[in-house]
């Protein structure tokens, strides 16, 4: 999966953002040691000390946790790790909701679009 940094938010969140999809797609698996610091900022193209910020973020919520001289794994909660898939996929129908609102749909009508796109890929 390839590393999309924009320069419109903070680095940092966005690396959280990609770091959470690579683990909530199963990229990377529960109890995988993730590459260091460096060689994720190295792929990514960014700063190291921008990639240890995401990195300790993604410890404070549980996502990833570290082990002193092992390096940094994710988590093996797999509860966890499906809720967190949850949130991102309320997140992505939130802003799809507010996308299609600003293009003049109300509620029903992104409902409807929705189901005959669905029945479409049947």
Same mark, same amino acid.
């Given at each position: 999966m390839e590393w999309i940094i924009d320069s419109d938010r903070p680095v940092y969140k966005q690396l959280i953002e990609q770091i959470e999809l690579r683990i909530v797609s199963g990229l990377f698996l529960p109890g995988e040691r993730l590459p260091s610091v460096r060689e994720m900022a190295s792929e990514a193209a960014v700063n190291p000390n921008t990639m240890q910020k995401? @990195?300790? &973020? @993604? &410890?404070?919520?549980? @996502?990833?946790y570290a082990q002193r001289t092992s390096g940094r794994f994710i988590t093996e909660d797999k509860k966890m790790i499906k809720e967190a898939k949850r949130e991102l996929a309320m997140k992505e129908i939130a802003d799809f909701f507010e996308k299609m609102k600003r293009l003049g749909f109300n509620k029903q009508e992104i409902i409807e679009l929705v189901a005959k796109l669905e029945k479409e890929e049947r």
């Open positions: 995401a @990195l300790s &973020e @993604l &410890e404070r919520t549980g @996502l990833v």
